[in-house]
């Protein structure tokens, strides 16, 4: 198996704290049907590396692969050990979306950019174009895909939509080759297939982010397109209509497959995760059991029921958790964001849609009033719109819109307050415990535009009457704050981006004055930060998350130790703490939600483990004040295991560690550090995504 790493789709325009895309950072390889993993020769550093797009392997000749990047096509004639760009990024051939094999040839291909179809007759070692797409308003073509059938070799099916994101939404154009892609007709561009629209009426799309095609093998003629919704032509794209217009999919189509050995099997990936369809029915079937990939932006912990959470999603809507034994119920559709529950009565709750509407319920999110609407009010608006509920007032919530608002609702009764705030857009809005006229606010611009405005931080004293600039910074990106609860004038904030060094900072007198707090944390983003009141025993408990886990400090430790306990290597966006039970929860953006006990004081005197006896494939650390005798081995590219020991380790005949797959282990003689790291994990029950349908 073959893995080329990255998130392009997600990547439309540079959109930070927004879809956490990410780059690639190349190829991996798995011999052994997916349990390990290890790197291929092709390499991209991860912050300034390329977009990749798609992966393809030669149809007579595993050893040779392509893979199509925004830098180009590379090309491995020896399974991956070596590479070769064989199209320039200073040439015509730069964003390389899609790439097919003519069927039944071992020589000739296909490959789509922004605005061209390129060919090659030497399995792929050279490209010359072969079709400009036309433009619209003198702008190119955007992304392109490609569809062919062995039904006839000769066909080959273009999809393009417009160029890149910012204006003249429309589908540019649905093509088609008949002559093994020497030359192509345009077979439609009318009816908007990529829009909203039921009757493609309309001028949208996001072909960016979700374009694709599918031609059916033992038919030329059909064909199905999917951009966010699915549409269908059984006369090669002559006439066309809206597959299954009454949406028992989810929309947001990033790839189709018809099965290629029984035709009348169709599948979709989506937003909402993998559908089948079969024709003989005309139904289709959600295959997300057993998929816990969901996509969390935010979540929020009930503190009057220990098993209670709440979490907003990338397009699909807002679920909770209500019984022990079960996953997650959907409460709210469109893009879940924010959410609170209301920690004196969990019947209380706040949950948001993207761009900044907001809704709220009573009765334990039974039914939802929605209590604002920016567009009535004339706000600036935001994808996750920050919540901050009142500290003692379960009606009053605080929303980060441009300007912030205070909005009160009781009895169907709302009342909105615009505070006098100058902030360009908020992304961060906390209140502290002990005051509810003591605000802070954040506000950056994207990671990559961050020169424009920057970060800046303000603090109110008086409700938001007015505010104080406590920090500003450029090509900063601030992503979240947390508060001291018994001194909100001490305030921890973090920042992603890739500035080594630059991670935590805090200020103890209100944000006068600020130090660098970053210890040792590796050189990833920071998502998110929380607070845990110990009393002072230890002070300044605090738990990151990050792209790689979750990291802890107390002023005992004096710096930040890794806290994943079976967590896998995934991008945490978001940390609560069930104060009752005594659990931190992570919410992650690719692998649902997960929950670890709190860092302790305990400290086991001795451990011994056999070769399955404790969690070796993903980052963990053990330690006991006596000695730790182990047989485990450690394996796989996630694999960092650490043991701590007061008098000795024993590694008995039986350990190993696999270096080829990208394991790491660490032996170290000491003490037990001060708060132990508890040894095991829970992880909440996942059925998958829930594919809440866009009406």
Known sequence: LYLLTGDAD??????????YSRRSFGVLKSSDGGNTWNPTGLIFDEITGPRGYNIKIHPTNPAILFVATSDGIFRTINSGTTWTLVTSPTSFLTVIYDIEFKPGSSTIMYASGIDSIYRSVNSGATWSSVYKIPTLISQDAGRCELAVTPDDPEYVYALSGPAFLFQYYRFRGLFRSVDGGNSFTKIRDSINILG????????SDQSNYDLSIAVDPLDKNHIITGGIYMWQSFDGGATISRMNPTNNYHADIHDIKFHPLLPSFLYHCSDGGIYQYFYGTNVWNNFNNGLPITQYYRISTAQTNAIQVTGGSQDNGSHMRKIASSGFDGILGADGMDNIIAPSNSNYIYASVQDSKIFKSINNASSFIQILDPDAENLGTRW????????????IIFIGT??????????????INKLNNTASANNILKIASSDANLLYAASSTSLFNADIEGTRIWRTSNGGSTWNEIYATQEKFISDMALNPDNPDEIWATFGGFESGYKVLKSSDGGANWINVSGSLPN???NCIIYKDNNGVPDDALYIGTDIGVFYRDNNLGDWTPYNNGLPVVVVTDLEIQASSGLLR???????????????????????????????????????????????????????VQYRAGSYITLNPG???????GAKFTGLIGSCISGGVPPGYLSLGQNGLKGFLIQ
Request: charged content about 10%; hydrophobic content about 40%.
């Open 10 to 19: 997600a990547f439309i325009g540079n959109v930070t704290n927004v879809d």
């Open 196 to 203: 909203r629209n039921a009757l493609g009426a309309d001028a």
């Open 384 to 395: 996750v719109t920050p919540l901050a509920l009142h500290p003692t007032n379960n009606n």
């Open 402 to 415: 441009h300007p912030i608002v205070r909005v009160f609702e009781a009895g169907g009764i709302v009342i």
């Open 524 to 526: 990833v983003p920071i």
């Open 586 to 640: 992570a919410g992650t953006y690719g692998r649902g939600v997960w929950q670890t006990p709190l860092f302790t004081t305990a400290c086991n005197s001795t451990y011994t483990f056999t070769t399955s006896s404790h969690d070796r494939s993903t980052p963990y650390f053990y330690q006991a004040s006596s000695s730790i005798i182990s047989t485990a081995d450690i394996v796989g590219s996630g694999a960092r």
């Open 655 to 661: 350990f190993s560690v696999s270096a080829a797959s």
